[in-house]
């Protein structure tokens, strides 16, 4: 069983970037595809970015694409992800999600087993 813990959100303007990190505990990163997901007040859970165990492949959701970047260190057991050009629409709770298995498409909340407590991005001037 693995233990995620999300850090780096923050109040940023728009244009402004800032760094997401969800650290693991309990069982390494390696082992699990990882999705970051991102819900807004009164909206659906997003899917955001996912990194495959498997093959290392990663995906995007389509609001982010060339703006957000999903990576992984496996010597510090932590997967980042990186958001450039922030929009005030990027405003959200972020949560990192881990699970050994893709059973459907990657963006589907349900499939993950394993969830960190999020962390607040507010995107404002």
């Known amino acids: 069983q693995v233990q995620l813990v999300e850090s780096g959100g923050g109040l940023v303007q728009p244009g402004g970037s800032l760094r997401l990190s969800c650290a693991a505990s309990g069982s390494t990163l390696d082992g699990y595809n990882i999705g970051w997901f991102r819900q807004a007040p009164g909206k659906e859970r997003e899917g955001v970015s996912y990194?495959?165990?498997?093959?290392?492949?990663?995906y995007y959701g389509d609001s982010v694409k060339g703006r957000f970047t999903i990576s992984r260190d496996n010597a510090k057991n932590t997967v980042y992800l990186q958001m450039n050009s922030l929009k005030p629409e990027d405003t959200a709770v972020y949560y990192c999600a881990a699970d050994r298995w893709l059973r459907t498409y990657w963006a589907v909340p349900e499939q993950y087993d394993y969830w960190g407590q999020g962390t607040q991005v507010t995107v404002s001037s």
């Open positions: 990194s495959s165990r498997r093959d290392g492949r990663t």
